[in-house]
């Protein structure tokens, strides 16, 4: 029987959902490289025992491979992840060097504004965008995921799906919205903050940096680069995960909930689409319509803004319906999320990941510069 009939290469064989030829042959590159210690890679033997040269019969460990892989790749995550927690830290001690412009964890500056805090406003935009960079910067330098990997297009033929998926994203914001106003901003309040002042410069400025550089930095940050290289543990672990990363990176408490839930449909739709450009545009859509219902809600008196927040609000739900509806009458698209090549429970990787301890230390340190930022 030949060697090539039983012996099975779990990183060439495995293949990933609405990912195209050069996803696939890039990512398999990647793991099989025998200098990189992130790749999950293990050759499987289909018969019940492999011999070893002088130790007789041993059985392949299959889950040991991906345990050491997943730990690695979390010690570097969760290091590179501390990095932007210390740098909120930093942002927070220069917010209140200069007047507290912050309301909770995120810029609230409206009307007139002298040049202080115009300047400390250009500053404290771009902390995120920074941390970001050095961000993405660090985990690349480590991880090298190839082009196709990093930024993936996904397979042809997916365009009317991802029409769809902005137009529930936008949904999903909505809905998020209405439950930070019943709810109240303590349980789950919108981030972003909101910039609108006499400065129309620093009002674009503000815009362009938070709401739409932001947003293509934190999906190649997370969408990119921690969600594609974990997915060889599995889409749905990857999706979570990444999730959960952005929930924390919030660092307000109070924020927690919707970044779950802004992270978690991002993350799935980026796995069903195939595609991280759609993920920085599902990221600008949120950005746009938190935006869109706050200013509504400053600029306009107080009825006056409630029946146009209702109307937009109406306006994006019937759209969100409708794309939802597009979607189930498809025959070709299926709401579930392959699991992957692999053997761990979830419950086992979810103990390993979030019990490393660069993981701990960047939940320690957020939850440091989310108190300090309440205390100072």
């Given at each position: ?126 902390f995120k965008p920074v941390s970001m960079l050095l961000c993405i910067f660090l985990l690349q330098f480590f991880l090298r995921l190839p082009r196709p990997v990093l930024f993936p297009k996904g397979s042809k033929g997916r365009g009317g799906v991802s029409m769809c998926f902005l137009g529930i994203i936008g949904g999903v914001s909505v809905v998020c919205y209405i439950f930070s106003v019943f709810m109240s901003s303590n349980y789950m309040a919108l981030p972003g903050g909101l910039v609108w002042c006499d400065n129309m410069w620093l009002n674009v400025h503000y815009f362009l940096s938070q ?166």
């Amino acid at each position: 029987m030949p060697q090539s009939d039983y012996l099975i290469d779990i990183a060439s064989e495995t293949k990933f959902e609405n990912q195209n030829d050069a996803y696939h042959k890039a990512y398999a590159k990647w793991r099989m490289a025998e200098n990189n210690r992130f790749g999950y890679k293990f050759t499987k033997d289909i018969r019940e025992h492999a011999y070893a040269y002088g130790q007789g019969f041993e059985q392949n460990d299959h889950a040991d491979a991906e345990r050491r892989t997943l730990r690695d790749c979390s010690s570097l995550i969760g290091g590179v992840l501390l990095i932007s927690s210390l740098v909120r830290i930093a942002q927070a001690y220069f917010d209140s060097r200069s007047g507290h412009l912050f309301t909770a964890t995120s810029l609230e500056l409206t009307g007139h504004i002298n040049k202080a805090q115009t300047r400390a406003t250009v500053a404290l935009s771009l902390f995120k965008p920074v941390s970001m960079l050095l961000c993405i910067f660090l985990l690349q330098f480590f991880l090298r995921l190839p082009r196709p990997v990093l930024f993936p297009k996904g397979s042809k033929g997916r365009g009317g799906v991802s029409m769809c998926f902005l137009g529930i994203i936008g949904g999903v914001s909505v809905v998020c919205y209405i439950f930070s106003v019943f709810m109240s901003s303590n349980y789950m309040a919108l981030p972003g903050g909101l910039v609108w002042c006499d400065n129309m410069w620093l009002n674009v400025h503000y815009f362009l940096s938070q709401y739409v550089v932001g947003a293509v930095l934190h999906a190649v940050f997370l969408n990119g680069l921690i969600m594609q290289s974990l997915r060889q543990f599995g889409d749905s672990t990857a999706a979570i995960f990444t999730a959960v990363i952005e929930g924390i990176m919030a660092v307000n408490l109070a924020n927690i909930g919707t970044h779950l839930i802004i992270g978690l449909m991002v993350a799935l739709m980026t796995v069903k689409s195939g595609s991280v450009i759609l993920s920085m545009l599902l990221r600008i859509t949120v950005n746009v319509v938190f935006f869109i219902l706050r200013f509504v809600d400053y600029y306009y008196p107080a009825h006056e803004g409630e029946l146009y927040t209702l109307l937009i609000c109406i306006t994006i739900m019937a759209l969100a319906l409708f794309s939802l509806g597009r979607l189930m009458a498809s025959d070709r698209y299926e709401f579930t999320v392959k699991q992957g090549d692999t053997v761990m429970p979830f419950s086992v990787k979810m103990k390993i990941f979030f019990t490393s301890m660069p993981i701990i230390e960047f939940m320690t340190a957020s939850i440091v510069a989310w108190l300090y930022i309440v205390v100072a």
